[in-house]
């Protein structure tokens, strides 16, 4: 060694002064590992959110707990001052010891004061740094550590201590970061090191790693700063009303936690007690949360808290801790296609230092821990769009390991997301929310905060209103500056006050003159309107606008006002082009906004409200393409414009799905009581009216106004229903009290109430129900659903007026039970089955109607001879001696109730049997229970089980076939049957059959009943590790078997290593178990030995893999034969390897190959199907696609290989090199693949030759002479097959595939064989006249081929005449050939005949013009020459192919050209462009139709919704005026308007648009109506342009709705 020991000790101490970690803080570590189990490992690694593969390698290392820790450290969860994560996270999975005894070594090793609050120092070298160190652990061998802490001078105590360490590279990497000799930024004491004792590959391999460590620290320290800097200027320019613009505020200065909601498991709604529990409530399930909320109730707002907490690394804050955080605004996102693209256009500096390919790599890299937040879903232009980044990003299909945050209106949830979604609700501000907020951003004053909130509260109505925070901060801020605030009714009135504010606000800074100017602009935004109207009501939402567009629209001043008034917001945005280097392409423009959506809406439902009586089909078509719930203020808005839009609108919403509480809202908001709105009112009430919990409190109040009305005017209302939203009856003020806290008085002239609740109503809450009945003068009925009534009440407790009244009080929609007021009891109205069933899937309603059915019969001792809990038992409450539902109701003991049954899934716990074993002693009568689907204890303390069950002598039974009963004297599980030697447990079974099944194994194994074998068929899910059971696909767990002397597991598909394992893992609890075999599936072909659990090494456990015939030296991990006859069948049908295969099925295949050689099994044939890659010469084998090597085999006698395209030489030699490998291997073919024409004879190994190996290219019948690298004719029949089926040439082939096929075609001219036809698609260049060949666009020549019979030549577009002449010079060369053929193209209609060589015509050689022969080009005389009659009626349709239009194009030039009349050319959907000078009509096909000098009569009919252009309907009329049209018709499409439209003297142009809007003829240069000779003026033009656009976007709309069902 270079340096002396002194040496190392200086380095030692050196990194000791600099170490990074604190010594204390890894005692701490230390200490942690110690109480970490494998089950609480595996709880924490899902409540963190770790990745599959993280959880598996956690699971299956030899340290797991010291694993766990070096992995929490770096990803932040554990730091030396905070470890609130580990301690939040012990707390949510129930550890409460573990995390208290973690909290006493915080404050034992770490420098935490539990008092004050921390504030960790957020280090990007910590995850990264973890992962090198996870990677060093790896690369340490005991023999390096032991040197290693040799030449660190490590006391002899510590290298004990490390040598028994379950992982002792894990244990050595800890000491050597608590020493100094590895740290974050310096490792040059190992690498020292690990170099002087000469390890100089282990010491390259370790700098690798440390070097990449540095590149990702480094990189993405620099993404994260700029991505600081760009959100900074984000939450830090908040404007809390638009035309304050002179103070802005951070995000954090005026924010307000608003009321929040999480919807749990069951799909309830849960209250969350802040933001900081968006991810918390999930506990590691949800990787994507939905964040929704109506309009303006904050959901941007709180996005840019969260984006301010993880930029200023608010401790208490959940979403400081993500290592990096995206914050993309999806408004902006219309049109871009990755998120690479979006972080580089609007998060990304212009002077970038991060490059594209590091975002990339930073968003790949799974161990950096990202959160994505979506913002305003519901703005996104391309949400209709399938596959836009986004949408994969939701549905899990990318980034699947980043969290995601995405806010959306409630109405515009995306339709699809991943699997791991949860969902949060906005609820709104309540009265201290509103206070906070006023105290907050407004004002100090408590004086002043107690006038704004005084002034609010007067107006009920305004208070409701101010649920929403935007309009409560809008209300906050101008009631601070007006002393008297408008009487708000509506929302309408609020939203239109406010802007009339706003632009007061303008006003006053102004002179009188420029006064009345701006309130002229306030007065009158029409074209304003219009675009807000438009742009909500398009195909895609797009609310964004350029500025310069914008100006040129409305005018430099109007602009002004609205931008400076803060309606219209400007935003300066990158504008890069794609492709081009970021310094270079970078350019900005200002785009344009609404302040909030709601302004856009606001006024979208002006242009609406002023329109909707008038144009009617404006109104229909916005309300077939507009979802009143994706925009409702919209119609809201338009109901309180404009009283007449209301009635027209309102009924539009009650016919769509939840209609009537939408009507609502409209109808309040036209603030006067017309004869209008009280027919609008009779309407809506003549239907159920609902007050429901999850309302507004806004809607609550409508409704509650609502029926106040009807009653006013005495307007029955058909039925109140009150679901869920009753609190208690007020004596005082006789009114019901909603838990909203509104009053809803009596209502005489409602005639029925409908209440639903959740559980078991008490007496007192009956009672108040029945109390405001009475209250009700009118009513007659009053219904409860979804709830359990007392069986009875006290008839001197119920008011005797309800008696005399005959009201009638039913109990559920089915109406099978009533409550008689008279008796004071509940009644049965129909007769109980004699089995009731409780199930899973029933309503609560219908479960609450069964146990008041039971209760009834309970009372009047009718016997029920049984009763079924299917899945649904939540638990049993002892203090009501009743079974707790899951759905929440209570089931209290039935005494006439015979028998249970009870069917659950999974394993029963002791207590869950004992809460059954509870109910059962409360029903008195009953005398059996039975489980079914389940699996018992095996056994339960007889002290636990109570006397009385016994005394009654209760059976106690499991279905289906009552293999197994429950002893209640003994507490065990008795098998009735005896089981059979071989027992199955198939996937076939349902889950009572296996439930059954594992019991009876239970009880053999308890009973120590030897069992022969257990089949396990396709039914595993997993081992697991805490219950030491093998969970079933089922959901069962199947326990160890102690008796099972053999086990036999079939599955199908790939075996990975880890179910493997776990399968060794339950044999291991088999305690007698000396035999497991697999079969039907492909098993690894190694498994690591120090994987396998030494247990079964001891118990000589055979494994036996009967596919192959093998078995498993569990020493090794390796398989060996152990079946030659097996193996020998296999090798003789031939063995496969695919690149359809997986890797495991390509490993074992190779396996069986090596072992084929090893006991000298020959292989018939072994076949490589598209799965080569190259032969690696080192190693002397072939290796595949997968990455697997595949050594040369001796033992194969032949080699098929199959590839698709082209297979160069060098892919050619790399097989030929793996046949010399192969010694016995004589004969190689190539199949599906184009070979090359030739190899050099000095590349092909003599040794091949010398072996004689035959070598064959099945494709062309070829084989190969390797002495000279050619190939020669081995098959005549094949080559004489493919020429007579013909032979092609074309521009999409390869040079490969062109060069076989010129082989080809010579090979057949050498060996005389006619080729019946040779095509040539688009592959032609030029003719060579001194090589005389045809030079194709791939460089390749072509000689003339005298065997072709028949030519073939297809290409677009039009032919020149020299084109022409140069395929008649080629066929000249082939002289056998008497037939050249043109496809697809256009051929002159004629050529001089001097041009035209004479031999062909000598020869008779024929030129037909296209497939179908109507046109043939005369060799003769130089002409086309047309062979059939053009019909009255030419036709060219978008659907003809190209040769079909060509053929049609030549008919009519030849008819021109020869002055036949052409009465009439027909273009339908076919014109795609046209030549602005007139000269030719462009097809979409690429074609052109010339002038045609004797055409009469042109119609052209678009595609549906074709707007034509002004240079394209110019160059159409010069084209009707170059060919002399008599008549030109236009149809199904938009004509742009000309001031000046050419007056054609000796053409009609008739313009049918399709549809209702009419047809017109141009006559003296105006369009005249042809039904009434009305001149169509400009006004008129464009409500049809109006009403074209609609009907059309309509009709698109519905065709892609179709294409979508369908």
């Known amino acids: 060694m270079a340096d002396s020991p002194s040496t190392y000790e200086a380095i030692g101490s050196e990194g000791q002064q600099r170490k990074s970690t604190p010594p204390a803080f890894w005692r701490f570590k230390i200490a942690l590992s110690t109480i970490l189990t494998i089950k609480v490992i595996l709880e924490l690694a899902v409540t963190f959110g770790y990745p599959n593969a993280l959880v598996d390698e956690l699971q299956g290392a030899s340290d797991s707990a010291l694993l766990m820790v070096m992995v929490m450290e770096g990803r932040g969860q554990i730091h030396p001052t905070d470890i609130s994560p580990l301690l939040g996270a012990l707390e949510d999975t129930g550890h409460h010891g573990i995390a208290t005894e973690v909290r006493a070594w915080s404050l034992e090793y770490l420098d935490i004061n539990p008092g004050k609050e921390q504030k960790p120092k957020k280090s990007l070298e ?18 390096t550590i032991q040197n290693l802490g040799a030449l660190f001078e490590y006391p002899r105590a510590l290298m004990d201590e490390i040598r028994n360490a379950k992982n002792s590279a894990l244990l050595m990497t800890m000491h050597m970061e608590e020493r100094g000799q590895i740290q974050p930024a310096d490792i040059s004491p190992l690498l020292t090191a690990l170099k002087d004792l000469r390890l100089h590959g282990v010491a390259s391999d370790v700098e690798d790693q440390f070097n990449e460590h540095l590149r990702i620290t480094g990189k993405m320290a620099a993404f994260i700063e700029e991505l600081k800097e760009t959100c900074h200027t984000l939450y830090d320019k908040i404007q809390p009303i638009p035309y304050i613009k002179e103070k802005l505020y951070s995000v954090d200065k005026v924010f307000i936690e608003v009321g929040m909601e999480h919807c749990d498991s069951r799909g309830s709604w849960k209250t969350l007690s802040s933001y900081r529990g968006i991810f918390s409530v999930a506990k590691g399930t949800s990787r994507i949360q939905v964040i929704e909320g109506e309009p303006g109730y904050g959901k941007s707002t709180l996005a840019l808290q969260l984006v301010y907490d993880w930029c200023n690394e608010v401790s208490d804050s959940p979403f400081c801790k993500p290592d990096i955080l995206i914050f993309l605004n999806l408004r902006q996102l219309g049109g871009i296609t990755s998120i690479i693209d979006a972080i580089e256009q609007f998060l990304l500096p212009r002077d970038s230092s991060v490059k594209r390919l590091d975002v990339e790599q930073l968003l790949s890299n799974r161990d950096i821990r990202i959160l994505v937040i979506f913002d305003a879903y519901d703005e996104y232009p391309d949400q209709h769009i399938e596959d836009t980044f986004v949408t994969q990003i939701l549905k899990e299909k990318m980034l699947r390991h980043v969290d995601v945050l995405l806010t959306t209106r409630s109405s515009c949830i995306p339709p699809a997301c991943g699997s791991r979604t949860g969902c949060i609700r906005l609820t709104g501000f309540d009265e201290g929310a509103r206070e906070q907020y006023v105290r907050k951003a407004v004002t100090g004053d408590d004086e002043e905060v107690q006038r704004i909130l005084e002034q609010l509260n007067t107006n009920p109505i305004l208070r409701d209103i101010c649920q929403a925070p935007l309009f409560s901060v809008m209300y906050a801020h101008v009631a601070h500056e007006e002393e008297e605030f408008h009487n708000i009714r509506s929302v309408t009135g609020f939203f239109e006050y406010m802007i009339d504010c706003f632009h007061s606000h303008a006003q006053n800074k102004v002179s009188d003159y420029k006064r009345e100017q701006l309130q002229m602009f306030a007065d009158n935004h029409h074209e304003l309107d219009k675009l807000a109207f438009d742009s909500l009501t398009g195909a895609n939402q797009q609310i964004l606008w350029d500025k310069e567009v914008l100006i040129k629209k409305f005018g430099a001043e109007f602009y002004g006002l609205y931008t400076d008034i803060g309606i219209l917001v400007e935003e300066e945005v990158i504008n890069r082009s794609r492709g081009a280097k970021r310094a270079q392409s970078i350019q900005y423009r200002t785009e344009v906004h609404f302040y909030h959506k709601l302004f856009c809406e606001w006024f979208a439902a002006c242009h609406l409200a002023e329109r909707v009586t008038s144009f009617q089909a404006l109104f229909r078509n916005f309300c077939k393409r507009v979802n009143p719930y994706d925009l409702q203020f919209v119609y809201r808005f338009a109901c309180g414009i404009n009283p007449a839009a209301a009635k027209r609108i309102i009924k539009l919403v009650q016919k769509k799905p939840d209609g009537d509480k939408f009507a609502v809202l409209c109808a309040l908001e036209q603030e006067e009581n017309t004869e209008d709105v009280l027919s609008t009112l009779r309407d809506l009430v003549s239907r159920n009216v609902y007050i429901r919990e999850n309302d507004t409190r806004l809607l609550q109040r409508t409704t509650v106004q609502l029926l106040e009305l009807a009653s006013q005017k005495e307007i029955p209302v058909t039925c109140l229903m009150l679901d869920q939203s009753i609190d208690k009856f007020d004596v005082t003020t006789s009114c019901m009290v909603l838990t909203s806290g509104l009053s809803l008085p009596g209502v005489s002239s409602v005639m029925k109430l409908d209440v639903t609740e959740s559980g078991n109503m008490s007496e007192d809450q009956c009672l108040q129900v029945l109390a405001f009945v009475k209250e009700c003068r009118d009513m007659i009925g009053v219904s409860f659903d979804g709830c359990v009534l007392p069986v009875s009440i006290p008839t001197e407790r119920i008011d005797h007026s309800l008696i005399t009244r005959d009201v009638k009080v039913s109990c559920c929609s089915d109406n099978k039970v009533e409550f008689n007021l008279r008796s004071g009891k509940l009644e049965n109205k129909t007769e109980l089955p004699d089995d009731v069933c409780f199930g899973s899937s029933d309503t609560v309603a219908e479960q609450a109607s069964t146990i008041m059915q039971l209760m009834v019969a309970s009372a009047d001792k009718i016997p029920v001879p049984c009763l079924t809990l299917g899945g649904c038992i939540e638990e049993f409450d002892v203090t009501t001696s009743s079974m707790v539902l899951t759905s929440g109701l209570s089931l209290p003991g039935v005494s006439s109730v015979m028998k249970l049954n009870v069917t659950e899934s999974g394993n029963m716990s002791e207590d869950q049997c004992l809460q059954v074993l509870a109910f059962v002693k409360e029903c008195r009568d009953m005398n059996e229970v039975s489980f079914s689907g389940c699996v018992l204890p095996v056994s339960i303390p007889t002290e636990r089980i109570d006397q009385s069950l016994i005394t009654r002598n209760v059976k106690v039974s499991c279905r289906p076939n009552n293999n197994v009963l429950f002893n209640l004297r003994s507490g065990k599980l008795e098998s009735t049957t005896k089981l059979p030697d071989d027992v199955y447990i198939e996937s076939g079974h349902t889950v009572a059959e296996r439930a059954s099944t594992i019991m009876q194994l239970m009880v053999a194994s308890a009973d120590k009943i030897p069992v022969t074998c257990l089949t396990l068929d396709q039914c595993i899910d997993k081992f697991d590790v805490t219950t030491s059971s093998m969970v079933l696909t089922s959901g069962l767990s199947l326990p160890g078997v102690s008796s099972v002397m053999k086990l036999k597991v079939t599955e199908s598909g790939n075996m990975s290593e880890d179910k493997y394992l776990q399968v060794l893992a339950f044999v291991k609890e088999c305690r007698d178990t000396n035999e497991v075999s697999f079969d039907g599936c492909i098993l690894p072909t190694t498994i690591p030995a120090r994987r396998i659990d030494t247990t079964l090494i001891r118990r000589n456990v055979k494994v036996s893999y009967t596919r192959y015939g093998y078995k498993m030296k569990l020493e090794l991990g390796q398989w060996e034969v152990d079946d030659v006859d097996v193996i020998r069948k296999l090798c003789s049908d031939g063995l496969t390897v695919s690149r359809d295969h997986s890797v495991l099925l390509q490993q074992s295949t190779i396996l069986l190959l090596e072992k084929s050689t090893q006991q000298n099994l020959p292989v018939t044939c072994l076949m490589l199907d598209r799965c080569i890659d190259k032969f690696d010469v080192t190693n002397s084998s072939l290796v595949l696609t997968s990455g697997l090597s595949l050594p040369g085999v001796s033992s194969v006698m032949k080699l098929n290989v199959t590839e698709s395209g082209n297979m160069s030489e060098d892919k050619c030699l790399d097989v030929l090199a793996f046949v010399k490998e192969s010694k016995d291997m004589n004969e190689v073919s190539f199949d599906g693949c184009i070979l090359p024409t030739t190899i050099p004879a000095r590349r092909i190994d003599t040794t091949l030759i010398r072996r004689n190996v035959k070598v064959s290219y099945t494709r062309y019948g070829y084989k190969m002479k390797l002495e000279l690298g050619q190939w020669e004719v081995d098959d005549v029949d094949v080559i004489q097959k493919l020429c007579s089926d013909g032979l092609t040439v074309s521009r999409d082939h390869s040079v490969l595939l062109q060069q076989s096929t010129i082989l080809l075609l010579e090979k057949s001219t050498q060996q005389n064989i006619p080729v019946t036809c040779l095509t040539l698609d688009q592959c032609i260049d030029k003719f060579d006249v001194t090589t005389s060949s045809m030079v194709f666009t791939s460089g390749l020549s072509l000689p003339g ?122 273009l339908y959907g076919s014109l795609s462009s046209v030549d602005s000078d007139g000269l030719s009509l462009v097809l979409h096909s690429g074609l052109c139709l010339p002038r045609l000098s004797s055409l009469q009569k042109l119609w052209i009919q678009t595609e549906g919704g074709r707007e034509v252009t002004v240079d394209e309907w110019t160059g159409i009329l010069n084209y009707a005026k170059q060919c002399q049209l008599r008549r030109l018709w236009m149809k199904s499409c938009l004509l742009p308007w000309l001031d000046n439209n050419p007056n054609l003297a000796n053409t009609i142009v008739d313009w049918a648009t399709g549809g209702i809007y009419g047809a017109y003829i141009l006559q003296s240069g105006r369009w005249q109506r042809q039904k009434d000779d009305k001149v169509l003026t400009r006004e008129a033009y464009a409500s049809l342009v109006i009403g074209f656009r609609g009907r059309y976007s309509h009709t698109k709309w519905q065709k892609q709705r179709r294409a979508n069902r369908e």
């Open 126 to 143: 910590l995850s990264s740094f973890g992962r090198f160190k996870i990677a060093l652990s790896t690369a340490l061998r005991e023999q």
């Open 1345 to 1466: 081929v005298s065997s072709v019979m028949k030519l073939k030549v297809t290409e677009s577009g039009i032919m020149s005449e020299d084109q022409c002449l140069q395929v008649l010079a080629f066929v000249k060369e082939c002289e056998d050939m008497n037939e050249v053929l043109f496809d697809g193209c256009v051929l002159p209609v004629s050529i001089p005949t001097e041009r035209i060589d004479h031999s062909l015509i000598t020869r008779n050689v024929k030129v037909p013009c296209c497939a179908n022969n109507k046109v043939e080009f005369n060799l003769r005389s130089g002409k086309l020459e047309s062979q059939t009659d053009l019909p009255d009626d030419v036709c060219i349709r978008s659907s003809d192919t190209v040769a079909e239009q060509a053929s049609t194009i030549m008919q009519l030039m030849v008819a021109s050209a020869d002055k036949i009349p052409i009465s009439r050319v027909s």
